[in-house]
């Protein structure tokens, strides 16, 4: 049977340049892949000539003999899957979505793991900063072997089943896959003599104090990335990083929201009637608040600047305080007495001291009457 021309088979132009040929091979190896074709047979036969135009076509000098001769240009004992071997070209094409690779090369040590630390702090210590030495425990290099796991004076051997290269190939009918050493577990070289310390990991447990400067202004879910802090990465590979994530606790007084604070204030019956000045509560100690006179309870008055400053900007918040007008207890027979005098005053006024109460009852009685109209 005669063999279909080769950008037939890619479905591109003889003026393709190398880039295309690939893009093109990429995208009909995805669709006629063996792992996708379930064990269909005609779509496994167009797979391989598709694999054959690519190693001709991706080829300079195959290319060049094959764009004058035809396949009879081509040596037909370096076609189909020879000495080009597809285990190579599939990983070159596919190694970032099925995990292949070239031969070639134990795998690279890898920077280590990045660590998390939870932090609690105060309002306080959160609004003015501070620093903190905090309790780590992560895997550090081990400084007897260098992080090499060998022993002192000794070196990893090479492994003798990939001879280093830290992958062996697995071969099923025409299709070949590269993978990881089972031997040195890919990283191509085998410790025979191990380093005492670590046990020939290069690596082990350690806690370790760090000192942590919180800057002013920081809230619950932000968080300081300490560069190199994190675990020691295998065969002497580059610490992680290690992330402090702030909490901030609960505070008695006031309540966070962004740069704001907000906080209640008890006042006096006489206090939200007659006006006045009473004293409240900051981050920075006490300040004087002037109470309006017919003050009703749940009022805010905003303090400016007296909030939080953005640990991001020189913005300020403010202090929001709401005042709570707060109901006398345990009353003695005279105070009872007077409150009783006073109440009848205000009732005898047609309810001009009592503007809410007296709205409040005029919308009762037009909801009644319409109920029963």
């Not at 690596?203 to 675990?231: F, H, N, Q, W």
């Amino acid at each position: 049977m005669a063999k279909r021309d080769c950008y037939e088979v890619l479905g591109i132009t003889r003026s393709a340049t190398e880039k295309e040929i690939k893009k093109a091979y990429k995208r009909l190896a995805m669709k006629y892949h063996p792992d996708r074709t379930k064990g269909d047979g005609e779509l496994e036969e167009k797979f391989k000539e598709l694999q054959g135009a690519y190693e001709i076509l991706s080829d300079p000098q195959k290319k060049a003999a094959y764009d004058q001769y035809g396949h009879e240009g081509v040596n037909q004992g370096q076609g189909g899957f020879g000495h080009g071997d597809f285990g190579d070209q599939f990983g070159d094409i596919f190694g970032d979505i099925f995990g292949g690779g070239r031969r070639g090369g134990a795998q690279r040590p890898m920077q280590g793991a990045d660590l998390r630390y939870n932090m609690d702090l105060t309002l306080e210590e959160a609004v003015k900063g501070i620093s903190k030495e905090i309790q780590v425990p992560t895997l550090v290099h081990c400084e007897q072997c260098n992080g090499s796991g060998a022993k002192k004076g000794t070196d990893a051997k090479t492994c003798g089943t990939c001879h280093g290269q830290g992958q062996v190939q697995m071969r099923q009918g025409f299709f070949a896959v590269n993978q990881t050493c089972p031997t040195c577990r890919g990283k191509g070289k085998i410790i025979t003599d191990p380093c005492h310390k670590c046990h020939g990991q290069g690596r082990y447990e350690r806690s370790k104090t760090l000192s942590v400067k919180i800057p002013a202004g920081v809230d619950t879910g932000d968080r300081i990335r300490l560069s190199g802090e994190g675990e020691a990465g295998e065969n002497g590979a580059p610490a992680g990083d290690l992330y402090v994530q702030m909490n901030v606790l609960q505070h008695e007084v006031f309540v966070r929201d962004g740069n704001n604070l907000y906080c209640e204030v008890p006042i006096s019956f006489t206090e939200a009637a007659l006006g006045g000045e009473i004293e409240v509560p900051t981050l920075d100690g006490r300040v004087k608040l002037k109470i309006s006179a017919e003050t009703q309870t749940g009022r805010i008055y905003r303090m400016r600047n007296k909030g939080i400053k953005s640990v991001r900007s020189n913005a300020v918040g403010d202090l929001l305080c709401k005042v709570i007008v707060e109901t006398p207890v345990k009353l003695s027979a005279k105070q009872r007495e007077l409150l009783k005098e006073f109440e009848s005053l205000c009732s005898s006024s047609s309810g001009k001291h009592k503007p809410k109460s007296e709205g409040f009852l005029a919308s009762l009685k037009t909801f009644f009457d319409d109920l029963s109209s």
